[in-house]
């Protein structure tokens, strides 16, 4: 413990990165007990003490050509936070994922002589890899939450630690799916599909009425099917119920502000967005579907610039195709309750047996007190003298 009083800027951009922020700020407290925080903060973060200059929601913009309509007022935000961390200059700065937005701050905040940390690697090893030589001007140390991100930035001779992910550390190897129902109060004889559409509001716009119709699909077959939409805040609650009201849909649909991972060990199967939620629902050992939508123009550029085989992270992650991924003209009622109905009515149990156990050593390898990890490397480069 230091009695140092450290000055910590911090940014996130997502719900997701709000718990990864949220973790690393409660054990650097527990290490300069008088620090303080500031910087751009969700829920989580705030609730640790974090300063919030902008409402999150300002950088949840996710597509290369969605981007360009909010440019302006992104450039403003960064543009305020830049000069609020020169007249206000902290002890470190750390950009929580958000890549496109914390990397220019990184980048000219450190070359005012403030240190740098990038927490969660941009996606180099699957498109861009070029920007791994941006990333090494803007930061002193990157923060890898995937062990196969670390070999990159170590073939390149760049800073990065391995440090793991907070969700496979706080999330059971075997999640108790009995004691999440009851809390829940879900009927024994429920069958039970977990529905998250995306924590931003284009994704929900997107995607939700191709779910829901997915789900009148499987309603035909599964007439105890009960959905269950957890949503990360009041705003996409007020959409998802504007929704509903508007197609009362003839399925029993229950919407949730948070709890998300309490419903994913809930239920029977999930169907989501991809993004970091495929990662949580793999943790809490639930076979998926996961799908998602671009506009046509991001999704052309794209075909030319991703590189990866797979972009569901279960899949990246065990480089193989271990669950459904949907993209584009894929995503339909029919293709998604088809490779659904299996998963909800308990089909080929060998094979979900042998999918858990692949879940469960992929979140062995994630497990390694992230939130400990990161603060004390952040601690390590806060102490090194310039």
Request: net charge positive; aromatic share 6%.
């Amino acid at each position: 413990m230091s009695e140092k009083t450290l000055k910590v800027g911090i940014v996130a951009g997502e719900a997701s990165g709000d718990i990864l922020a949220a973790g690393l700020i409660k054990q650097l407290k527990k290490r300069y007990p008088n620090a303080t925080f500031e910087g751009i903060a969700g829920p989580k973060m705030q609730a640790q003490g974090c300063q919030s200059l902008f409402d999150m929601e300002e950088l949840s913009v996710m597509g290369l050509v969605e981007v360009l309509s909010r440019i302006r007022r992104l450039m403003f935000v960064r543009k305020s936070m830049l000069n609020h961390f020169l007249l206000n200059p902290p002890d470190v700065f750390i950009g929580v994922d958000a890549p496109d937005f914390n990397l220019g701050l990184e980048l000219k905040l450190k070359k005012h002589g403030i240190k740098t940390v990038q927490y969660v690697s941009p996606t180099v090893w699957a498109w861009r890899e070029k920007r791994i030589f941006k990333i090494a001007k803007a930061t002193n140390l990157v923060l890898s939450i995937f062990p196969c991100e670390k070999q990159v930035y170590d073939k390149h001779h760049i800073p990065c630690e391995f440090v793991g992910h907070t969700m496979a550390d706080d999330i059971a190897i075997k999640p108790d799916k009995q004691k999440a129902r009851h809390s829940l109060q879900l009927k024994d004889e429920e069958v039970v599909l977990a529905v998250l559409p995306g924590s931003r509001q284009r994704e929900v716009d997107t995607l939700l009425d191709v779910f829901i119709q997915s789900c009148l699909l499987l309603k035909s077959e599964i007439p105890r099917l009960k959905v269950l939409i957890p949503v990360v805040n009041r705003q996409r609650k007020d959409q998802v119920d504007e929704y509903i009201q508007t197609h009362t849909p003839d399925l029993t649909i229950q919407v949730v502000i948070g709890h998300a991972r309490e419903v994913m060990i809930a239920s029977d199967a999930v169907l989501l967005a991809s993004g970091t939620a495929t990662l949580e629902a793999m943790l809490c050992k639930r076979n998926m579907v996961t799908a998602y939508k671009l506009s046509s123009l991001t999704y052309q550029m794209m075909k030319w610039l991703y590189k990866a085989k797979y972009f569901a992270l279960p899949n990246v992650l065990a480089d193989e195709k271990l669950i459904p991924e949907l993209l584009q003209d894929d995503v339909t009622p029919e293709t998604i309750s088809t490779l659904l109905l299996p998963m909800l009515t308990a089909q080929n149990g060998d094979e979900q047996q042998s999918l858990i156990t692949k879940f469960e050593s992929l979140h062995k390898s994630l497990k390694k007190d992230a939130d400990v990890q990161s603060a004390l490397a952040v601690a390590k480069l806060i102490e090194q003298q310039p």
